[in-house]
């Protein structure tokens, strides 16, 4: 009935216990676990391996391919799911209790507008050994136990100027309506260019139905201090929300999304990322980021005009770079 990936590269301290998490789910719904190791170079694969010998009735191990990436190893496990409905754990992260699959059945069986059932998840900082709820302190949310209609899905996650509406790792979805974008647009799900899995995935959905909120706590989201998507490393950071802006883009004009409805995203991801060009003082980024920008019937904001205009200008920007660092020190 249920698919679950599990997606792993170089984790051989944690896929045990992601693994064994999934393994404790209530058996009355039937399950199957397809993991893809990302070509690890550790004992990540022969850890998996030995799970598979140990359950071969559930759990099945894609061949050894050259490096995917998140997007390209995910969609490789999603190809190669036998269920109706599909979830996901990382290898380094991991579900807690044993009814999420079950919860989310029932919610399927009596409601058939619902094509996602999401719940709340703890957020560990494995370097600070901090955690918390995610939505412990949004009480409103617990109010709102039917989740999102489908069109304000669509419009807040394309939108966002932070974190989505919900995790996918903490989601149990529907696959047939996943598929119909899939086999209409295949670009406008998988795509590498969009630089991650989980965004175009919700779209997708939400363009096909609701999302349903389970209250109980099913995952442990583990993060480490640098991610994809908060990276120590600026350049890093700004491609991949460069990408996330283009992505905006390209998914609202696909799904019929105003840019005037996307105007939070644009103007603040606009305004990083050329903050970000003036501190690079990286040319390629900069006519990158301007060639994006130029494509949306938005106009950006002065500041942000500015920005690019001064990353651009050789002269300026030496006079004026030293100015803004040294207010950025007095200001933090």
């Not at 170089?10 to 009355?28: G, T």
């Not at 997708?204 to 993060?223: E, H």
């Amino acid at each position: 009935m249920v698919s679950v990936i599990v997606i792993c590269y170089n984790q051989e301290k944690s896929i045990a216990r992601a693994l064994d998490s999934v393994l404790r789910q209530d058996e009355s719904v039937p399950y199957e676990i397809v993991i893809g190791d990302d070509a690890s170079t550790d004992s990540t694969r022969e850890i998996c391996r030995q799970y598979a010998d140990r359950y071969p009735h559930i759990i099945r191990l894609l061949p050894e391919e050259p490096n995917l990436g998140l997007v390209g190893n995910y969609f490789r496990c999603l190809k190669a799911c036998k269920g109706e409905y599909i979830s996901d754990c990382a290898g380094d992260d991991e579900w807690i209790g044993t009814s999420r699959l079950a919860y989310a059945m029932k919610i399927f069986g009596s409601r058939p507008e619902v094509n996602v059932v999401y719940s709340d998840y703890i957020i560990f900082d494995t370097g600070t050994g901090d955690s918390r709820q995610a939505y412990a302190a949004e009480s409103e949310m617990r109010k709102r136990p039917a989740g999102f209609k489908g069109d304000v899905l669509l419009k807040t996650t394309l939108n966002r100027t932070n974190s989505l509406p919900y995790i996918l790792s903490s989601a149990v979805y529907r696959l047939k309506y996943l598929e119909e974008v899939m086999q209409k647009s295949p670009e406008m799900v998988c795509n590498p260019a969009f630089g991650c899995e989980d965004v175009p995935i919700i779209a997708a959905l939400a363009s096909k139905g609701d999302a349903a909120f389970n209250p109980d706590v099913t995952l442990k989201y583990n993060i480490a201090g640098d991610s994809i998507s908060n990276s120590s490393d600026r350049l890093k950071s700004a491609h991949f929300y460069l990408k996330s802006l283009r992505m905006s883009r390209i998914l609202g004009k696909y799904y019929g999304i105003s840019e005037k409805d996307m105007s939070d995203t644009f103007n603040t991801k606009s305004l990083y990322l050329a903050s970000a060009a003036f501190d690079l003082n990286d040319p390629d980024f900069s006519s990158e980021l301007k060639k994006e920008i130029s494509l949306w019937t938005l106009k950006p904001s002065i500041k942000t005009h500015l920005y690019i205009s001064l990353a651009q200008n050789p002269i300026l920007h030496g006079c004026l770079r030293p100015i803004k660092r040294l207010y950025t020190n007095i200001r933090t």
